[in-house]
């Protein structure tokens, strides 16, 4: 099993990290380290040293951070990406947020940022992976105009029927621990093809237990949530959830 999405380099982690990524090499195979903006993707890229067959980074910049950004200090980021380019697996998270992002001026400018990143995913043919808080329309909508090949729509939350749309596009959707308390994320989950699938937690955040810290392994949780809306065998769906890992970010 692979979690396909967190956050170890977070505050939430810094009094026991070591054992937080012990206990998740007793359950998964791997994990994606998401850089959310600039030093905390230097701590990403420390942590895989630290960790190399266990830990993979994506790169990217969380909308809550690009509305800040400088053009210059986003061009040195982009460059720093680049250097970087033989050590991650994607860019992300990047994208729209219009829960965290409200004033018109800055959600422009939180559009121009994402289509550089999408630009720089398709530059170096990374699969681009998707923050799309209360803005998975827009989104999506960017990134079929971009003629994005490989995107990862990370923390679905939507319509299973805009799911569906997305996964026709050979996009991937890709549910979080949150699955227990969602309808949608059980709708999607069922509906969508297998072939399409991915697992996360987004830990420390969408703990399957409202309050508290989430965890790597709690990945396993998601795998089973979507065996029982699929009525599939676990071992089945976690050969094939991994399988579509492999395909998306060619580990």
């Not at 697996?89 to 800055?106: A, M, N, Q, S």
């Amino acid at each position: 099993m692979i979690d396909t999405h967190c956050h170890l380099t977070f505050k939430q982690f810094e009094t026991d990290m070591d054992e937080v990524i012990e206990s998740a090499k007793k359950v998964l195979s791997k994990v994606i380290v998401s850089g959310t903006e600039p030093e905390d993707s230097l701590r990403s890229l420390g942590l895989r040293e630290e960790h190399p067959e266990f830990i993979h980074i994506a790169l990217g910049l969380h909308p809550k951070f690009a509305v800040d950004i400088t053009g210059k200090e986003l061009e040195e980021y982009f460059e720093f990406i680049k250097s970087n380019r033989n050590n991650i697996v994607g860019i992300g998270e990047i994208g729209l947020d219009y829960y965290w992002v409200k004033d018109p001026l800055k959600v422009e400018k939180s559009k121009k940022i994402f289509e550089e990143c999408l630009n720089l995913a398709k530059e170096l043919k990374l699969p681009a992976i998707l923050h799309m808080r209360d803005a998975i329309e827009d989104g999506f909508e960017m990134v079929l105009n971009k003629d994005v090949k490989n995107a990862v729509f990370h923390c679905y939350s939507g319509k299973r029927s805009l799911a569906e749309q997305i996964c026709a596009e050979g996009y991937y959707i890709s549910i979080p621990t949150s699955i227990v308390r969602s309808k949608n994320m059980k709708k999607s989950a069922r509906g969508v093809p297998i072939t399409s699938l991915l697992a996360e937690t987004d830990a420390p955040y969408l703990s399957p237990e409202e309050g508290k810290r989430n965890v790597p392994q709690n990945v396993k949780i998601v795998y089973e949530k979507i065996a029982e809306a699929r009525d599939m065998r676990l071992e089945d769906v976690i050969k094939a959830i991994d399988e579509n890992c492999s395909r998306v970010f060619h580990f």
